[in-house]
């Protein structure tokens, strides 16, 4: 009977492991800081190049990503890289890693 639980708590073992493994691998995205009035929060703009599935063209789409700013360092118009995090608000589920560069 305890060989049962033994063989249980390994593959639990085992399973925390590789969740600790997947966690590594988070989204990055680079962007543009569009809004600081918040306290603690930055909204950053990322554009993205997409092919339009009909026409083969290339579009820019933009995303307004929510991310935490923890020093209240950035600025409007910094250029940002942001990686996901765990839901910090309703909408904040980003936080900024590095400021690439300083607005002029």
């Known amino acids: 009977m305890t060989d049962t639980t033994d063989t249980q708590v390994a ?45 083969n063209k290339f579009i820019l789409r933009t995303k307004k990503l929510y991310a935490h700013d923890e020093t209240n360092d950035v600025n409007v118009g910094d250029k940002v890289r942001v990686m996901e995090t765990r839901p910090l608000s309703k909408n904040k589920r980003w936080r900024i890693t590095d400021i690439l560069e300083r607005a002029k």
């Open 11 to 55: 593959a639990a073992g085992e399973a925390s492991t590789s969740d600790a493994s997947e966690r590594k691998v988070r989204k990055v995205r680079e962007g543009t800081v569009v809004s600081n009035a918040m306290d603690k929060t930055v909204v950053v703009a990322v554009v993205d190049r997409v092919r339009h599935a009909k026409y």
